[in-house]
């Protein structure tokens, strides 16, 4: 039977402001215990994860241990841990969402032992709070009577020990149960784990960390800053409009300098701003850190200050330019922090001199980020010495306002700078991405398909799904050697002379059920990570390779969409959606398909299909598929003529494949050519996602997952407005019609570079599309701006997105809706929709950047070892595409490199070209025009630069110790650079991008084969990771579209891969 009470909730919105909401609180006889040793296991409904039965103890750590050590708990060695609701509610609302999450994701994973007690609405261990009681005291009262009935309720047969920070519990609990026993967190290490020294070293920093903050609180030293204001002065001020609240995001090349506040919430509405608020230095930035939400203040405008328009290499650049900022934009300074997104942070230890520099307590040490915007950490240890050649994973735990720094503690050691392995580390723990492989739980849930026993159709799912195997033509059309195939089509004539076309695409949740050990899996990955060399997957290999895949000659499953084509316009004349069994007929590349389109059936032999067949059955099969292949794509360019009528736009991007040699090692990347087959299969794919998405809002109008993509702001724009007018173009950026239509007609016949340049501008203004809930927004806030969609999802890649699993789901119980069916799978509320499509958006920025940061790492360690003075393949053509005050910005089309070329050097020295078009430093000045720029020397010799010259570039390697290492360009010559072989200019960009992956792989793996044991250890974990060295990159690069680099860099970046980054 229930028991009602009623429970005060001060809970805090995800717009940082504070509801006071009281809440029936239902008190229950029975909630699950999860221990193998329950007396009752089916009153307690353990039907979750259970602990371990081979445990000596069960230990409860306090909630201010959860808070302060949960990195350590987050051990796999310590087991038989059990999380007190109460302990995990203080997390939430006292540490933020970032913490609980972790907290969260621990408890899911089956590869810990540990659980969740719901002690707050277990009847007999709810304590209400008594009067004058501390909120602390009262959890830790609460978390104690709760160990005491579970181990009553264990029958007292497994001893508890709590483990609190609090002495005075020690002292009152201590010795109070039998078989309870109250502890400190250290004693536990202690006298149980004496061993596990990971664990006591970050233990011992913690402790550390913790006890020079109550120093620094006790010393009475002078405020280095402003105290921040308390939450209710923050919230009402928010709600009267003098403070506004936002984002905080640090310029990464003025990271001392520059921060800006993008706007949220009622702050955006409400306010009457257009751009974002400049934060300007440290001081006005008040301890906040790149990615917190704060609160700012206006400053009055004679005190506002505009963005640097000069390059900059570093802050102390930056310090000393005398260039003139840009027009003052409105300026703040931040007054309270709402949500501190603080998270793991890769950091170099001082040199040995630098060290000594630091002072005589060499216990203190000021520790550098790999991020620029992260400022530096101070935190204690005696292995200074020891870790100074090494990446290390570091945690803020605070920051005082007396402070210059944050105070922080050691974690681990990640790899040595420089190497391979440890900058790939770097480039996973940087963008927060966990690669652990998959638990023995989660693969036990895989289905099996061995030899011996091979996986079949079974006569349930026969019965209940359409048999297409022997109806329908079905084939697929992927990169040579692809074997995660997610989608095939299919085309036919029917019985009343109109054309039916099919989309069908992988049925992943077939295999993956709501809630399972894989699905959470799923989706705290939420997407394939891929990176320039390698992949981790988001599903296991027997699903993403083998079971999930569509590949040739096999039954499988599928999720299909099939509609009924007007014969002569192609228009639809009705749509089917449903679970189908295919058995694809080929399995086609690219460029066969496109042999075949073209009447070139040479291509016939190198299609495995058609090999043992005699000539008459060959004959008739060819002539099948190649009327499949036209048929498409009249279909394909029918449907996008219709978009393209809208207002689509085609934008930028360079895509690569991968060629992988017999052992599976990058061999080669090859850029992809353009084929019309590429858009035959990506115009039915979209048209597949917009038919899904209107189904799918149809049938639930407020919890639908969909795909936006909103209309750029228009200032965004004006770079690209007067890169065209230099070159008499004019853009017209009112709609994505007239963009698109202006883009079409910006062609330079002499310069093909050119519209590239402005179709990457045109990219780079865009705002990234994002999932969202139906019902979060307006309708008319649905619109696809790229694609000229008015709804739009993605369903055709459910092997590497979750989004496409929730998508199928949600097709599913369409489905089943229409026909009066029980909705099998629960589905998604429209708030857990939303939060969840936020942890996509999340995890989909990043792979963005943890890819292109990858991209960039191979591009610096392919130049890292040339000669740039004698070696051929660092002098290039480039393409400037940006003037600044104090130089240009070149594209490298050869290398698909941008980045910053000075005309002033550090010396103060200009940039100048004698008649041959050579370049020398000279004492002199710069003057900078909308579309030019012109150096001067002292002598009267000038040159200019205008925007879209071509100039040759020297390409050499910035060597940073405690950042990545950065390309960095130098003009040689103001005239284009002229290859000696003019066909090596047109096939540069394709051997010499696979030179840079070969050349580095090769050096790499020529350093690791002289530690043998070492290659081995790799091998083992590139297996037990599910991951690829190999057939990642060009699996993700291929799909472009979905999976692209967008240019993260912001408009005043100065480096960068030209992989764009706008994805549909």
Not at 58 to 78: A, H, N, R, S, T
Not at 404 to 418: A, K, M, Q
Not at 616 to 635: C, F, M, N, Y
Not at 938 to 964: K, N, P, W, Y
Request: hydrophobic share 35%; net charge negative.
């Amino acid at each position: 039977m229930l028991q009602k009470r009623e429970k005060v909730l001060l809970l805090r919105t995800f717009q940082g402001r504070t509801l006071r909401i009281v809440r029936e609180h239902y008190l229950r006889p029975s909630v699950p215990c999860n221990s193998p040793l329950c007396p009752q296991p089916a009153t307690c409904r353990n039907d979750g994860k259970l602990l371990s039965s081979d445990v000596t103890h069960y230990m409860i750590p306090d909630w201010k241990v959860v808070q302060d050590y949960l990195e350590i708990l987050e051990f796999p060695e310590l087991k038989g841990i059990i999380f007190m609701q109460t302990a995990c509610q203080t997390v939430q609302h006292q540490r933020g969402r970032r913490q609980y999450n972790k907290l969260r994701n621990l408890l899911k994973d089956t590869r810990h032992d540990c659980i969740l007690f719901a002690n707050e609405f277990q009847q007999y261990c709810y304590l209400p709070r008594e009067r004058g009681e501390s909120m602390e005291k009262w959890q830790t009262r609460s978390i104690y009577n709760a160990a005491v009935w579970y181990y009553h309720h264990c029958q007292d047969r497994m001893p508890i020990l709590m483990v609190t920070e609090d002495e005075e519990a020690i002292q009152q609990y201590g010795s109070e149960t039998e078989g309870v026993f109250v502890i400190s967190f250290k004693n536990y290490l202690d006298n149980f784990w004496p061993d596990l020294k990971a664990a006591h070293e970050l233990c011992d920093s913690i402790l550390q960390s913790r006890r020079e903050r109550e120093n620094e609180s006790q010393e009475s030293h002078g405020k280095e800053y402003a105290e921040h204001l308390p939450l209710e002065v923050l919230e009402a001020g928010i709600k009267s409009g003098r403070y506004i609240q936002g984002v905080l995001n640090v310029n990464k090349h003025r990271a001392q300098i520059e921060a800006f506040v993008r706007l949220q919430g009622a702050s955006c509405k409400d306010s009457g701003l257009v751009s974002d608020v400049l934060v300007h230095g440290m001081k006005a930035r008040n301890r906040s850190i790149h990615g917190d939400v704060v609160v700012v203040e206006l400053l009055p405008k004679t005190e506002w200050k505009g963005r640097t328009a000069a390059l900059c290499e570093n802050d102390s650049d930056d310090k000393a330019s005398g260039d003139p900022p840009s027009e003052p934009m409105p300026t703040g300074r931040v007054v309270g922090i709402l949500q501190k997104n603080w998270r793991d942070y890769v950091v170099t230890f001082p040199s040995k001199e630098e060290v000594q520099s630091q002072g005589k307590n060499a216990q203190k040490i000021l520790v550098t980020p790999w991020d620029y915007r992260i400022p530096k950490i101070r935190i204690s240890t005696q292995q200074a010495e020891a870790l100074q050649d090494f990446r290390v994973v570091v945690r803020i735990d605070s920051w005082e306002s007396t402070s210059v720094y944050p105070n922080g503690h050691f974690v681990r050691v990640l790899g040595r700078i420089g190497d391979l392995e440890g900058e790939i580390a770097t480039i996973l723990v940087e963008n927060s991405i966990s690669v652990v492989p998959f638990s023995e739980a989660q693969m036990c849930e895989m289905p099996v398909n061995t030899p011996e026993n091979p996986w079949k159709v079974s006569p349930e799912e026969e019965r209940e799904r359409k048999d297409l195997r022997k109806t329908h033509l079905v084939f697929s059309i992927d990169p040579k050697g692809c074997e995660d195939v997610d989608d095939t089509l299919s085309v036919r004539t029917l019985n009343n002379g109109n054309l039916e076309l099919g989309v069908h695409i992988a049925d992943v949740t077939h295999f993956v059920a709501p809630n399972s050990y894989i699905d959470i899996e799923a989706r705290t990955r939420a997407t394939t990570y891929y990176l320039a060399d390698r992949r981790y997957d988001m599903l296991p290999s027997i699903l993403s390779a083998d079971l999930c895949s569509l590949l040739g000659g096999v039954d499988r499953y599928a999720v299909s969409v099939i509609w009924e084509l007007d014969k002569t316009s192609y228009e639809i004349k009705k749509v089917w959606y449903g679970r189908t069994i295919i058995r694809s007929a080929y399995k086609l590349f690219y460029e066969a398909a496109q042999e075949l389109l073209d009447g070139n059936f040479n291509i016939v032999d190198d299609i495995p299909e058609f090999r043992d067949l005699d000539e008459k059955s060959r004959q008739a099969k060819l002539e099948e598929l190649v009327w499949a292949i036209g048929k498409l794509t009249d279909i394909a360019r029918h449907v996008r003529a219709k978009r393209n009528r809208c207002g689509a736009l085609e934008l930028e991007g360079v895509e690569v494949r991968v060629q992988l040699d017999e052992k599976k090692n990058i061999h080669d990347l090859i850029p992809k050519q353009p084929l019309e087959v590429h858009e035959t299969v990506a115009e039915c794919m979209i048209l597949a996602n917009h038919w899904v998405a209107k189904k799918i809002w149809e049938s639930f109008p407020h919890q639908a997952l969909l795909r936006q993509h909103p209309p750029p702001h228009q200032e965004f724009f004006s770079e690209l407005q007067e890169c065209a007018k230099a070159k008499g173009f004019f853009i017209d950026t009112r709609s994505n019609k007239t963009l698109a239509d202006s883009l079409d007609n910006a062609n330079d016949p002499n310069d093909p570079i050119v519209n590239r340049l402005l179709r990457s501008m045109a990219t780079q203004a865009m705002s990234n599309a994002l999932y969202f809930s139906t019902g979060s927004c307006a309708e008319e806030e649905f619109h696809h701006y790229g694609l000229a969609l008015d709804k739009y999802t993605h369903f055709t890649s459910p092997i590497r997105r979750y989004s496409d699993i929730i998508v199928h789901r949600l097709l599913m119980a369409a489905i089943s809706k229409d026909k009066k069916m029980e909705i099998k799978d629960s589905l998604f509320s429209n708030k857990d929709l939303e939060e969840l499509c936020r942890h996509i958006n999340n995890r989909n920025r990043a792979a963005q950047h943890s890819q292109k940061q990858s991209t960039e790492l191979f591009q610096c360690m392919y130049f890292k070892d040339k000669d740039p003075e004698n070696e051929e393949r660092c002098i290039s053509d480039g393409v400037i595409y940006s003037i600044r005050t104090n130089g240009v910005l070149v594209f490298i089309p050869r290398f698909g490199i941008k980045s910053a070329a000075y005309l002033k050097n550090k010396d103060g020295l200009v940039i100048s070209c004698g008649p041959d078009g050579h370049s020398e430093w000279k004492p002199g000045s710069l003057q900078r025009f909308q579309n030019k720029i012109t150096s001067t020397t002292m002598g009267g010799e000038s040159v200019t630069f205008h925007l879209f010259d071509h100039v040759t570039v020297r390409i050499s390697v910035q060597a940073s110790r405690c950042h990545s290492d950065r390309i960095r360009l130098e003009i040689i010559s103001n005239k284009p650079y002229l290859t000696p072989d003019a066909e090596l200019f047109h096939q540069s960009s394709l051997v010499l991008k696979s030179d840079l992956v070969k050349e580095v792989t090769r050096s790499v793996e020529e350093a690791q084969l002289a530690q043998e044991v070492k290659v081995n250890v790799l091998q083992e974990d590139y297996q037990k990771y599910c991951q690829t060295k190999g057939r990642s990159l060009y699996a993700l690069l291929e799909e472009i579209r979905d999976l692209a680099l967008l240019d993260v860099s912001n408009s005043y970046g100065i480096t960068g891969s030209s992989i764009i980054m706008w994805t549909v």
